[in-house]
């Protein structure tokens, strides 16, 4: 059973993030949406792969997917990957000084704030190990944004290219 302290912390990481979104506007939410789908699958195989190797723990005693990563996966990755392409992308340097901002800060004072509140701590991964895991997909996030565009790109320019009669 999750511990009320837990629940309360599932839905905050859940609503705040996604209610952030009612403010990106329509355009920049169609524009990142599908980099920030990528990387939420993306992260749904990483934080598998971290529960099952044991790099981090929950003080909940039951082992749960569900309970414990899915709500880090589905939720402040996908909002603020997209907010971190709305602020910055076009600027690659920008962008990997927002997320070396953002991934430390989780990295080094959030995680040891959320293992002193007795929600997750980290195992078989020291802080710095942890922030390469949570950095290394900020290039794949500017990959795959970089890719859409290039895409709609040259999609838009087939479609208004004169046809012969």
């Known amino acids: 059973m999750v511990s009320k302290r837990h629940f309360i912390f599932n839905v905050v990481i859940l609503l705040i993030p996604w209610l952030s979104l009612l403010f990106i506007g329509k355009q920049s939410f169609k524009r990142f949406s599908l980099a920030g789908i990528v990387i939420v ?16 723990f929950f ?5 749960s997917f569900v309970t414990n990563e899915l709500p880090f996966s589905i939720g ?7 907010w971190l392409l709305k602020l910055s992308y076009g600027n690659f340097k920008k962008f990997i000084w927002l997320n070396v901002l953002f991934d430390g800060a989780f ?3 959030f995680i040891n704030l959320l293992k002193k ?10 802080n710095i190990q942890f922030f390469l895991y ?5 290039y794949l996030l500017y990959s795959v944004q970089y890719l859409a ?4 790109k040259d999609g838009s320019r087939n479609t208004f290219l004169p046809t012969e009669v």
């Open 107 to 109: 990295a080094f004072m």
């Open 134 to 138: 949570l950095h290394y997909k900020a």
């Open 76 to 82: 402040p990755y996908m909002p603020l990957s997209m």
């Open 59 to 63: 003080y909940d005693k039951r082992k």
């Open 149 to 152: 565009e290039r895409k709609m």
């Open 41 to 56: 699958a993306f992260e749904l195989i990483n934080h598998k792969i971290g529960q099952k190797r044991n790099w981090w």
């Open 117 to 126: 509140v007795k929600i997750i701590g980290l195992n078989k991964l020291s």
